[in-house]
């Protein structure tokens, strides 16, 4: 992906999501809101970003089925990438671009679901998908562009996992055993990435206007400018725009941003509209505009790439300027290889800018490190490089780059009259978007003066003849800055750079490297040169003589003995005549590989034999995936230092040969000091368990692996226990890790069996019961056992299992729901279901949201090993009796977590003690019964995290433990009705709380840390309707479309912004910096039959903002009310209990004072009239007793409450709860 060039500030308030909160104490997760970022990935898989009150962000993936699933994070600096675990592979293989996981920059570039419907890629195709001529795109996705330049195309992908499913056959296609390979011809998937106007005097600095006196302006050149377009009406440009064409889908070439008019100007401007001085470089030249960014400064590499073809083949462009580009790459992008190979095709130059992500190295951008492409930093007026532009050397071969530098502080240029910024025909820019026009255009007064010089020729002669900048290296600057006068002049010129590449370890002693270094003279006598140069390199000759209109060369000899192990060395070959005037100036580079040795990475199954998966290896610095095939090996060539890999691979289970575990073997402190082989030995695998004090089984886990060395390197992976698992095991690793961090952490929900069945030679373990199906009542019975074969009807033709257990196969002609049918209706009260495969079988969708047909009777199925024993049993002609517990709703539940911290033990195995445990009794109390769902998150290492939803009964009661000492954040829904979200808690050991959801009070509620905010002009606001009588709960009906959800602002009585019925955040900008009045209103209605309490509530806040200092942001003076009324479990409270109102601020408010009285009005018939009550203050809330008339159904409420600031809530809430 490709990112701005422009040194610009972060924006305070990213369309992706909301601005930091205010520092807490400690990490703690925070509840997912409802409006937090989502990306949906290119496997269809969705990343929900989630924002701790510290700021800290932790990552949340699903599969397209709503499950959680497992997924490898890697955080590089300022940018979290996070893999989904199936595409892991196709990222270590190398078919997958990085960038497609980079979840920090997706979001930033606005490639989250709330802001694109489709995700851009860039496919590229194999010779024999090309050569097809069939590049029919895949299901899921369209073609906007076919990229001939780099054998490709353009893709729009769907939010689905269709087009991930169609390139790889999906996870179940794939044999672990086998090498990943993308379908349809395809190669390799890029992200189709997001470029942006390069921002950060000039003509007389670079000696234009010499050139011009000799009459050479570049006419008759065409020079391409691909940038945001242009003002074809600007008086600097006119007569001077040859063709135009615009790649930006929906926009014309119209230059709405202004970055294109200036680029163009500086090239080739009149300097009409200023009496003629504020000329370009080259104004005679004709320039060809391709509109490639969009008005906002942004585009996508695809239509770059257009632009590209457009300019070299279309218009046979002789310069092509490009300022813009993305972060540093080793060439092998898709800009950078069609800049390479366009060059080769056509002969024109690209002069690109180097990128403004300087002063640190191995900055510069793509597609400026492209072997063909000139590449421009920028200079200041007196040739000080300037700290914003980026430097080398390149990644990979660490050869020079930028080649040269320009002008690119404070440039004055024109102005396009529909820029949103500046006034007059001119404006001032900085940034190597500024430098790059400078070079343009001296290409094309060059071009202009040798129209048989091919672009390297170009590019060679402006490189070889700068005017040197000592202070700088090549990697820095270049061989030095432009000076066109000294080009246009000059009769000789040299190759611009000799690059002797990357030496691979070990490098013995008296190791060289020979390049050629050519120079021209293009005068009508001969030339006696003498040549000098530095470092580790030498020459074959230090005196050349270049005859007239010919050539010479000389030899440059790098010694590799002087180049120090892991870096580059450069410096500059000069060329003088015989009076000491320097003729010409080549750049040298050479590197040099530190020392390597061999890492062989060997993976066993639990029975010793090869084993295949997919390991992640990672040190201080260093992350790579590795893909093992079956021979379960493989070798790598590495610095020394202490390595850290984990393999995922499954694994026999629990339950006998047929039965699958999940593997997560890792290996620390490999110390390769030497060729080392290490290990994932699965004969000494142990199996992970944690053992709660009453019966259990387990509702979903997962473990976590992580490893740090500092805030912004590190590593984790998170594997949710697929469905087909029996077990996770682990690898012990010996002693702790010498450095950094090592966690290796298990999640675990277990809860009471909903059933158990056991014959006489025992229990059978490892059941799996259909969510939804009815279920067998509350208790224990026996019931006989008889095998019905493949479970069809006809199998039931002579066997009676009225009233018993049905046992059959699993069988491809006869689904699951259909042997279910053939149970029922054969009278049958318990389906047993054994696996003729292997693992677990998942016979129906256990997505976490309600099946949509449940099965008509109790259904559980059996793994190969344990099922096969019970059809031994029922098939003789004895009588096989089963004995059969039913819990059809969980009485209990234990949320357990535990962490081995530098290690993991000879014994992975974790027992509760109810004593280190916190007891939370948990009601769910929505108004009618039925099935809701619920989860309880916690935090590992890297933030928050969380396990699928459970099943809940919607109205009921149970009793749950939970590990003490750790943070957990609660959420419970009705799927179609209502969510709720809690925020996060941290419990004692042997503490007693309760936690109640869907009850009344329901009205808006804020959550701390995710309150409205003030920073600087704008606005964030995110005020959800319905938040339940739990403490600190927010909530909404998010996809209900009977629930009316809309929040309006006012500054005093002006209407400044409305949110929609469904929009759920809003960001309102351009607010006046004085203090000033707002009211922030509130406004939420649901049918009765929807829900029969808080059918309409109407909040409205009034409070005074301001700006703060710049960047400060402050959470707004919100007052909050909450309730306390006791209710039944339906939500009816007596006709004289008491009712407590709570009126507070956030923590972290700004602007704040004490809150004075609170007003309270009742209404015993919705609203129509209302009665004033007398409160009385008491501790933190203020109490009154209702006096309901026996006529009475419902309870409304009018609240009004007022601090000494002058902040101050008015909240209505009509049927707040019922009456009994």
């Known amino acids: 992906m490709f990112a701005v060039l422009a040194a610009s500030p972060v924006p305070a308030f990213p369309a992706s999501e909301p601005p930091a909160p205010p520092p807490a104490a400690s990490t703690t997760p925070a509840a997912v809101p409802p409006d937090a970022p989502r990306v949906t990935l ?129 996870a179940a296609a794939r044999d672990a055993n086998q090498r990943p390979r993308l379908r349809g011809g395809i190669a390799k998937i890029w992200l189709d990435g997001k470029v942006k106007a390069a921002l950060a005097e000039s003509t007389a600095q670079v000696g234009a206007p010499r050139v011009w006196a000799s009459g050479d302006t570049g006419e008759g050149v065409d020079v391409a400018v691909l940038d945001t377009g242009v003002d074809a009406g600007h008086p600097d440009l006119a007569g001077r725009i040859a063709a135009t064409a615009g790649f930006v ?54 239509w770059v790439l257009a632009g590209m073809e457009w300019a070299a083949r279309d218009q046979h462009a002789k310069v092509i300027s490009m300022s813009l580009g993305g972060p540093s790459t080793d060439g092998s992008d898709p800009l950078s290889m069609a800049v390479d190979r366009l060059s080769e095709e056509t002969g024109a130059l690209f002069t690109v800018a180097a990128g403004n992500s300087g002063p640190d190295g191995y900055t510069v951008g793509a597609p400026g490190v492209a072997d063909a492409a000139l590449t421009v930093g920028a200079v200041d007026g007196s040739d000080t490089l300037a700290d914003f532009s980026s430097r080398g050397p390149r990644p990979g071969d660490r050869g020079v780059k930028p080649d040269l530098t320009a002008p690119g502080v404070d440039i004055l240029a024109a102005r396009s009259q529909y820029a949103p910024e500046g006034s007059g025909p001119y404006q001032t820019l900085s940034g190597t978007s500024m430098a790059t026009p400078y070079v343009a255009g001296a290409a ?45 002049t000059a009769t000789v010129f040299a190759s611009g750079g000799a690059d002797f590449g990357f030496h691979a370890w070990p490098t013995p002693a008296g190791t060289t490297a020979e390049r050629t270094v050519t120079y021209t003279n293009t005068a009508g006598s001969p030339i006696a040169l003498r040549l000098t140069t530095d470092g580790p390199f030498t020459l074959s000759a230090d005196r050349l003589s270049v005859p007239a209109h010919g050539t010479a060369a000389v030899t440059v000899t790098a010694h590799y003995d002087q180049v120090p192990a892991d870096r580059a060395s450069a410096a500059f070959l000069t060329a003088t005549d015989d009076s000491g005037t320097v003729r010409a100036r080549t750049s ?25 998966g997919t390991v992640v290896l990672t040190a201080k610095k260093f992350w790579l995936p590795l893909a093992l095939d079956d021979s379960g090996t493989t070798d790598l060539r590495l610095p020394p230092g202490s390595y850290t890999a984990w393999l995922d691979t499954p694994l026999e289970g629990a339950h006998g040969p047929h039965s699958i575990g999940q593997g997560l073997l890792a290996v ?40 740090g060395f500092a805030a912004d390197d590190w590593s984790s992976s998170s594997r949710w226990t697929d469905a087909a698992y029996d077990s996770v095991w682990a690898l012990p690793t010996g002693r702790e890790v010498a450095e950094g961090e090592f966690v290796f952490g298990t999640r675990w929900r277990l809860r009471q069996p909903a059933l158990t069945v056991a014959s006489g030679d025992g229990a059978f373990d490892d059941l799996r019961v259909a969510p939804g199906a009815t279920p067998l009542p509350e208790g224990r019975r026996r019931l006989d056992a008889v095998f019905a074969g493949d479970g069809a009807p006809a199998a039931y033709n002579s066997l009676d299992v009225r009233g018993k257990a049905a046992v059959v196969r699993r069988d491809d002609t006869v689904p699951v729901p259909e042997q279910a049918a053939a149970a029922t209706a054969a009278g049958a009260r318990l389906l047993l279901v054994v696996n003729d495969g292997d693992g677990r079988l998942q016979a129906w969708d256990d997505s976490p949201w309600l099946p949509a047909d449940p099965p008509p009777l109790t259904v559980a199925t059996l793994t190969r090993d344990e099922g096969e024993r019970l059809i031994t049993r029922t098939s003789g002609h004895a009588r096989t009796r089963l004995s059969v517990t039913s819990h059809p709703v969980t009485e209990y539940v234990y949320d357990l977590v535990h962490d081995y911290r530098g290690a993991v033990p000879a014994d992975p195995v974790h027992r509760a003690d109810r004593r280190e445990l916190a007891r939370v009794d948990v009601s769910f109390r929505n108004y009618r019964a039925g099935r809701a769902l619920e989860n309880r998150d916690d935090v590992t290492p890297v933030g928050g995290s969380a396990l699928n939803p459970s099943d809940a009964p919607a109205l009921g009661e149970r009793t ?24 996060a808690v941290t419990y004692r050991a042997g503490s007693a709380d309760r936690v109640s959801w869907f009850g009344p009070v329901q009205r808006p509620r804020l959550l701390d840390g995710d309150a409205p905010v003030r920073q600087d002009d704008r606005l964030y606001v995110s005020v959800p309707g319905w938040g339940d009588s739990g403490t600190g709960h927010l909530g909404g009906t998010y996809g209900n479309f009977d629930v009316d959800n809309r929040v309006r602002l006012y500054q005093g009585d002006e209407l400044v912004r409305e949110m929609g019925r469904y929009q759920l955040t809003m960001t309102v900008s351009g607010l006046s910096p004085a203090p000033l009045p707002y009211r922030l209103v509130s406004e939420n209605s649901r049918d009765a039959w929807a829900a029969p309490y808080s059918t309409a509530t109407r909040t409205e806040w009034g409070f005074t903002s301001r700006a703060g200092a710049a960047g400060e942001q402050a959470q707004l003076p919100l007052i909050q009310l909450d309730y306390g009324i006791a209710t039944d479990v339906s939500g009816r409270a007596g006709r004289h209990v008491g009712l407590t109102v709570t009126a507070s601020h956030l923590p972290g408010s700004t602007g704040t004072a004490a809150i004075g009285q609170v007003g309270l009005e009742i209404s015993y018939d919705d609203g129509v009239t209302w009665h004033s009550t007398t409160l009385r203050h008491s501790g933190t809330g203020w109490r009154t007793r209702l006096d309901a008339p026996r006529t009475a159904r419902f309870v409304s409420l009018r609240v009004d409450a007022r601090d000494a600031r002058g902040n101050s809530v008015r909240q209505s809430i009509v049927r707040a ?4």
């Open 42 to 170: 290119v496997t269809g898989d969705t990343v929900t970003v989630v924002r701790a009150p510290d700021g800290t962000l932790s990552h949340l993936v699903q599969d397209p089925e709503g499950r959680y699933t497992g997924f490898e994070t890697h955080r590089s600096g300022r940018d979290t990438y996070v893999y989904p675990r199936d595409a892991l592979p196709y990222v270590a293989d190398g078919s997958l671009d990085r960038e497609l996981f980079d979840v920090t920059r997706l979001l930033a570039d606005g490639y989250d679901d709330a802001h694109r419907d489709r995700l851009p890629l860039i496919v590229t195709y194999t010779d024999a998908g090309r050569h097809s001529g069939r590049q029919t795109p895949p299901r899921g996705a369209r073609t906007t562009r076919t990229l001939e330049s780099i054998g490709g195309a353009a893709l729009a992908v769907d939010r689905s996992a269709a087009f991930w499913t169609s390139v790889t056959g999906g």
């Open 249 to 302: 889908p929906g926009e014309s070439v119209t230059d709405a941003n202004g970055h294109g008019t200036h680029v163009a100007s500086t090239i080739a401007g009149t300097g009409a509209a200023s009496g003629g001085r504020e000329k370009g470089v080259a104004p005679g030249a004709r320039l060809h505009i391709g509109k490639v960014l969009s008005d906002d400064g942004t585009g996508q590499d695809s």
């Open 444 to 488: 094309a007064l060059l071009a202009a003066r040798h129209p048989g010089f091919s672009g390297r020729q170009l590019k060679d002669a402006l490189v070889s003849t700068t005017a040197a900048t000592p202070r700088y290296t090549p990697f820095e600057a270049g061989a030095g800055r432009l000076d066109i006068a000294a080009t246009a």
């Open 588 to 612: 040298l580079s050479a590197a040099k590989e530190g020392e390597r040795h061999r890492l062989t990475l060997k993976a066993k199954d639990r029975a010793g034999r090869p084993a295949a």
């Open 668 to 707: 620390t402190d490999i110390d390769l000091g030497r060729d080392r082989t290490a290990v994932f030995d699965g004969t000494k695998a142990r199996q992970v368990r944690t053992v709660a004090p009453d019966p259990s089984t387990p509702d979903g886990s997962r473990v976590d692996l992580y490893r």
């Open 960 to 983: 749950d433990w939970v590990t003490a000492g750790e943070p957990w954040s609660d959420r419970a829904q009705i799927p179609g009705e209502q969510q709720q979200y809690a925020p």
């Open 1217 to 1220: 709860f019922g009456l009994r």
